[in-house]
């Protein structure tokens, strides 16, 4: 397939160089507005419960410290929390402030925390980890993650556990901070900026920022997939939905063709409301409340999930449309009309996003986490454009609902239809 004409990308300067530290910086001018976007990203690692609920907890109380506080008395957001393993530091403000918002990263990394703060972020991680873990969706989320790898891997895990976040002391805060290597980091800033005065500034705000140890080479791998299947039933009583949660494993995104293919392909099924799954479910026999497919990135690996919120009552019907679509789409991929329009409206998309700060953004921060690297910009929308049927087929042919892990969650005495939760 020829790119879609009338979908030139724009022109993207990036402006990238590692610091003596290790840490990669990449820079992006786009004066579209008078303003700074700047996403910090540092990889920890997570061994253990009591781990991740220390970097939640540091998380937390990153937005306390004195100069991040400065920052946004002169109108600058803060934004901080943990994403699987990557602690993400978000910053925000008017051009004008790259000055504060230097200090505020300097504050960051070299983090003067009093116990005092800690406390209240620890009391404010413990609540969040307590109201995540009450939400239907995150307990579907988590048996489904349960399902597919035999047990919830830590890095699936939205929050740790608020009996862990509780336990939290001041030195296991620091001690989470002391893991945090400049060499295991990435800093994206886009908007309103001069490279070369804004990159002395930010090599300046990180200089003291130096490895606790010495570098451990290595990627951390996701976990291999569990044998079983299931279908997997989890009943919860009185639930007004039951999830219907299927997830596959796929290509990785350094894989740059396949990880293509796999967008779209994700898109087709469920990206949007004229998806095949939406169309289906929904619209045409009025069983869903919501549908959606999508990647999601697991350390190393994507992973395509499958939801659907049914009523409970209609959940076996449910169940089997949803796998009559996926089978269909398996066995004979997409039609023409479907590629072409679903591969316009991706590149469109990544040309209107790319235009937009926000976007841009996270865009770069996205690609540098996954491995990909700022080349992703281009490389991502030029091998959506080049996809043929062919390559989106061979993907979607890995998705046939028998090669998939299946969970139903929700009230299952609701309908007769499905097994006996007992």
């Not at 000055?99 to 991680?125: E, I, N, T």
Request: include cysteine; glycine fraction near 6%.
């Amino acid at each position: 397939m020829t790119p879609p004409t009338g979908l030139a990308l724009p022109p993207v300067d990036i402006v990238g160089t590692h610091h003596s530290n290790g840490a990669d910086l990449v820079l992006s001018p786009l004066r579209t507005v008078p303003l700074l976007q700047a996403h910090l990203a540092v990889e920890a690692p997570l061994r253990t419960a009591a781990e991740t609920a220390a970097l939640d907890v540091l998380a937390a109380t990153v937005p306390a410290l004195d100069a991040c506080t400065a920052f946004e008395a002169v109108g600058g957001q803060v934004a901080v929390t943990r994403r699987q393993q990557w602690l993400m530091v978000s910053l925000t403000c008017v051009s004008g402030q790259a000055g504060p918002l230097a200090d505020a990263l300097a504050a960051v990394v070299s983090l003067h925390a009093s116990d005092h703060m800690v406390d209240q972020a620890r009391a404010k991680a413990a609540q969040q980890a307590t109201l995540v873990s009450s939400v239907p969706a995150v307990d579907s989320a988590r048996q489904l993650w349960e399902a597919y790898y035999g047990h919830i891997p830590l890095y699936a895990e939205p929050t740790a556990p608020a009996q862990h976040v509780e336990q939290v002391t001041t030195d296991d805060v620091r001690r989470a901070h002391r893991a945090l290597r400049p060499d295991r980091s990435h800093l994206v800033v886009v908007g309103d900026l001069d490279p070369r005065t804004l990159l002395t500034r930010l090599e300046n705000a990180l200089a003291d920022w130096r490895p606790a140890s010495p570098r451990q080479d290595g990627t951390a791998t996701a976990v291999a997939p569990a044998r079983d299947r299931g279908p997997h039933l989890r009943h919860r009583p009185g639930w007004s939905q039951t999830h219907l949660r299927y997830a596959a494993p796929c290509t990785t995104r350094q894989d740059l063709p396949r990880f293509a293919a796999a967008q779209v392909a994700s898109l087709l099924l469920g990206g949007n409301f004229s998806s095949r799954i939406n169309t289906e479910l929904r619209e045409r026999h009025g069983l869903a409340y919501r549908t959606s497919a999508a990647l999601t990135d697991h350390l190393d690996s994507d992973v395509i999930v499958v939801e659907a919120d049914v009523s409970p009552g209609n959940a076996a019907r449910a169940r089997r449309h949803l796998d009559a679509v996926l089978e269909d789409f398996a066995e004979n991929g997409p039609t023409d009309d479907e590629l072409r329009t679903a591969v316009r409206h991706t590149v469109g998309k990544y040309t209107l996003g790319l235009g937009e700060q926000t976007t841009r953004a996270a865009c770069l921060m996205s690609y540098l986490t996954s491995g990909l690297g700022p080349s992703g910009v281009t490389g991502i929308p030029q091998a959506i454009a080049a996809l043929t049927r062919d390559d989106v087929r061979d993907i979607a042919h890995r998705w046939h609902p028998t090669g998939m892990h299946r969970l139903l969650c929700g009230d299952l005495t609701a309908d007769p239809g499905i097994a006996d939760p007992s």
